[in-house]
C-alpha cells in the first residue's frame, strides 16, 4: 500500500483496505463496538472486515466507510493523487 499523505492511501487487497480503515479508527479513538452500533453491524463483521476477509459484505462496507468519515474514489490510476493535489 502506497501512502501519499497520512490522509490518502492506495489499497489493493481486502486487508490493506481493513488495515487502513482500522488505523483510521483507532487515530479516531473508536471502539469497533461503537463503530459497528453507528453503523448497524454486527463486531464480528467489523472484524471480519479489518482484517481483510475478501468476501465481505460491500454495502456493509461502504456504510461503514461513510461511517468513519472516509470516502471511496475511483480513478484511473495515477490520476486522483495529482488532481487533488491541483486542488490545493
Do not use: C
Not at 47 to 72: C, M, Q, R, Y
Amino acid at each position: 500500500m502506497a501512502d501519499t499523505s497520512p490522509e490518502f492511501q492506495q489499497v489493493w487487497t481486502p486487508a490493506e483496505l481493513g488495515q487502513a480503515v482500522r488505523r483510521h479508527r483507532k487515530t479516531r479513538r473508536l471502539t469497533q463496538h461503537k463503530v459497528a452500533g453507528l453503523t448497524n453491524v454486527s463486531i464480528g463483521f467489523l472484524s471480519d472486515f479489518e482484517n481483510g476477509k475478501p468476501t465481505a459484505e460491500i454495502g456493509k462496507i461502504l456504510g461503514t466507510l461513510n461511517t468513519l468519515g472516509l470516502d471511496v474514489y475511483i480513478a484511473p490510476r495515477g490520476l486522483l493523487p495529482q488532481a487533488l493535489k491541483d486542488k490545493r
